[in-house]
């Protein structure tokens, strides 16, 4: 069994003690890991004793509010960044906002714990965190190690199509014994389910291919003169019958004239992994538009939908890997987690940046920014 050292960096005793015994009977495993996780908990009352602890101890998770006495955690988080250290940083804080949001995210935060918290809202998040933890040293070791980690690196999704393999065999199953009766009618609704099921695995196939497959560099015999017009007319006919079966519409405002030095392949999955999430996320009767301009000597790639939207917490977390909005409204959405930190991984290459606004029951518009 593996241990991890877990900071809890907070002035209220009640919440320190609280962690400390809530995780030192928490146990996290998943079927990817060699072994089982439990946790160690440190404790300290302000950011100047929680960064003596992170120099002396070196914690894997740190548990982190940001108003405390003294330096406030934010500046702790700043400091974890500049460090670039081994750690895997949560924020634990009832003064959550988009600003703090936005900046703590950018320096490193995995994910927000908003006070008051239940156990299981600790656990879930600690659970969240301790994959994140795994998922970044396996990543680690894979640009160290080469192809032997990245077939370990396979494995980690293998379990996620267990149980829709499951439920299909289970379909299956009824239909070959005729468990709901003699007609197919009988059995649409099964027929229908075992689709979806298959729906789900063929998505996350290909986002963990494309995720495979993102280049450390750009390999310039693969790069050429796009008409980023053209690819995004392509894009929109490939994923609009699945618009259809929402009756989402879509239109296209884009410059005759903007173009781009890519790999056609990355360009593709840009404008094919934000086009089909303005379809899923959308409403019935909904509306995408894409824009394509030149601006400030950049490219800008706007999608716009009218979909379910988000709270501004959840969208500073949206482009990590692995990463879904889990709520009410998308429950019975599929998806790896992966599409979108896809996105981010390759407009990071071409040296560009992605950002996302959103409202819930608003809709979302995901802009990207790339030099010319």
Known sequence: METLKVLVVDDEPGIRSGVSRILSQHTVSYPFMDEDYHFICLEAATGEEGIDIINSEHPDIVLLDNKLPGIKGMQVLEYIRKKNLDTIVAMITSYASLEIAVKATDDGAYDFIPKPFTPQELKASVDNLTKQLFLKRITKKMKNEGKKIRYQFVSILSHELKAPLNAIEGYLNIMKEKQAGENIGDYEQMIGRALERIGGMRSLIMDLLDFTKIRLEKKREKVTRINLKKLAKDAISTINPYAIQKNVIFSLDAQDDVFIEADPNDMEIIFNNLLSNAVKYNRTDGYAE????????????????????????????????????????????????????????ITELYHGTINVMSEPDNGSTFTVTLPV
């Not at 890997?321 to 981010?344: A, C, H, P, W």
């Open 290 to 345: 894409v824009v394509i301009k030149k601006a400030d000597g950049s490219i800008i790639i706007q999608v716009k939908d009218t979909g379910i939207g988000m709270q501004q917490e959840e969208a500073a977390l949206l482009f990590k890997d692995f990463v879904r909005i889990k709520n009410e409204k998308t429950k019975n959405i599929t998806g790896s987690g992966l599409g979108l930190s896809i996105v981010r991984k």
